[in-house]
């Protein structure tokens, strides 16, 4: 197969229904006004979008307007009702309840009027997920959702209230993670839901691809004859979201996913689809009932903005990455990212260097008291952790098990997590600072989960397989060039 993006395959096990394939639809949005005319019909179908705020947003100087695309796989609508049962039947959609993010795509549109570059974050990168620790950056928006909505349900929020303020938790925890790995302050957000890829892709009468052979694979549905095709929106999502089968497991899902974008701007750009009077009123149902956008962003103006790309001067890329094939100490299959890297390619896109981010002060350990909870069930490991701490001249205080409940991953807990004790002791273990507003400004605890593999585990100096301790061998990353939106034709994929 050509190679079609910077990464190689991840042995990361399979979501069965990937939303990696959805983001196309939103795409669809942002080049609706490409061609200069129908301005007052792009009006009233932007109108339709279900608006969001308080998450955060703006306030960079970073030359350029950065835009989170996220694929939502959601048994709801935008306005939070349930999909039919002829809806979920077309989208073989099942039944699970829960918010998957397994499309992260973040959109650079530099100010000086250069072209744009659609940026695909793979699901499984193994960041600092805000408020959670180290974890797959796509448990960022519905770990956080469903533990926040447990705790408003606990406080007697009713299941309305609960649902509205988690999900918006959800969005605010995945910005802020993707803010810290690529280095960027995210200016606009926008959302679009498992049916939204189905609806919009039929209402832009279904999108080119094109394959190297046939494929056949019931896992995904995906069963395609060789070459070039047209796929209505149910193929589609097959399409997109076959994973087995493929050399490179995920990523080359990510190729995928990154041609069919390209070819749907490519036709929206030149289908002059706002002309056709059926046509916009389907995408305005479709738009309507699956999209959400940020309050603030003025779609509109932006789109006008954006008419010199009219040349389909859009690319598509995938963040360096270090190994698609990495495991934590907890056997979880990763890709292992190196966010400096991560930043200076993000960047670079426009012409910038990312500022450095400043040593956290230290302190003397010795000034330090620390106390270890064991929350992992691995036996005499606070104890273990507790005589490391001590050998580095930390001071030792209380050391047992966790009784605050589970956790998925180690962290440094105190009431600010700038505190220098805090991050000092951190640092000397490789985990990170979680705010705990209910301890004193003097208190430092560390509550190791299961992942822990720093010193005092039993994976610490060893030749083994851990991607905290950077120990596998990293799988060879060829790099490859850009996927065009302004080529002719679909570029064929395995």
Avoid at 44 to 58: F, M, T, W, Y
Avoid at 147 to 158: D, H, N
Wanted: proline share 5%.
């Amino acid at each position: 197969m050509r190679e079609s993006t910077r990464v190689r395959a991840t042995t990361a096990p399979a979501q069965p229904l990937s939303t990696a394939k959805i983001i196309a639809a939103i795409s669809a949005v942002l080049v609706f006004t490409l061609t200069g005319f129908a301005w007052r019909s792009v009006d009233n179908l932007i109108a339709s979008i279900d608006r969001i705020g308080g998450l955060g947003l703006g306030g960079g100087k970073d030359g350029a307007v950065d835009i989170l695309l996220v694929g939502i796989d959601s048994r709801t609508d935008a306005h939070g009702n349930p999909l039919t049962s002829a809806e979920r039947s077309l989208l073989h959609a099942g039944d699970e309840v829960g918010t998957n993010t397994d499309t992260i795509v973040l959109v650079r549109v530099p100010n000086d009027g250069r072209s744009a570059t659609a940026i695909s974050i793979p699901r499984d990168s193994y960041v600092d997920v805000a408020g959670a620790g180290k974890a797959k950056i796509n448990s960022a928006y519905g770990s956080t959702k469903e533990t926040q909505r447990a705790k408003l349900l606990a406080k007697g929020e009713s299941e309305a209230d609960a649902e509205r303020e988690s999900t918006l938790a959800g969005r605010q925890a995945l910005i802020k993670s993707v803010a810290s790995l690529t280095g960027i302050t995210v200016d606009h957000y926008a959302e679009v839901s498992l049916l939204g890829f189905v609806l919009l892709t039929d209402a832009v009468g279904g999108v080119n691809v094109c394959l190297n052979q046939p494929v056949d694979e019931w896992m995904s549905g995906a069963k395609f004859s060789a070459g070039e095709q047209r796929l209505d929106g149910p193929k589609a999502l097959s399409f997109v979201r076959q994973r087995h089968d493929l050399l490179r497991g995920d990523i080359d899902r990510i190729v995928r996913q990154q041609v069919f974008m390209a070819q749907l701007v490519n036709q929206m750009l030149n289908a002059k689809i706002l002309a056709n009077p059926a046509k916009l009123s389907q995408l305005s149902e479709a738009v309507g009932r699956t999209v959400v956008l940020d309050e603030n962003w003025d779609v509109l103006a932006f789109l006008q903005q954006l008419k010199d790309m009219s040349g389909g001067k859009v690319s598509f890329e995938t963040i360096p990455v270090e190994d698609v094939s990495a495991m934590t100490s907890a056997g979880e299959s990763v890709v292992k990212v190196d966010p400096k890297k991560v930043q200076r390619f993000v960047s670079g896109l426009v012409g910038d260097e990312p500022e450095e981010a400043p040593e956290p002060a230290k302190v003397d350990p010795a000034t330090v008291t620390v106390s270890v909870f064991n929350a992992s069930g691995i036996a005499g490991l606070a104890g273990n952790v507790a005589d490391a701490l001590s050998t580095k001249g930390f001071r030792q205080g209380t050391v047992g098990n966790y009784s605050g409940g589970s956790v998925s991953s180690s962290r440094v807990l105190a009431s600010d997590s700038d505190s220098p004790r805090a991050t000092t002791v951190a640092s000397a273990l490789g985990i990170p600072v979680i705010t705990d507003t209910s301890l004193s400004s003097d208190t430092v605890n560390v509550v190791l989960a299961s992942d822990y593999s720093g010193p005092g585990s039993s994976a610490a100096g060893s030749a083994g397989a851990s991607v905290e301790q950077g120990t596998l061998a990293a799988t060879p990353i060829p790099p490859s060039p850009p996927i065009d939106a302004g080529q002719n034709g679909p570029k064929c994929v395995n």
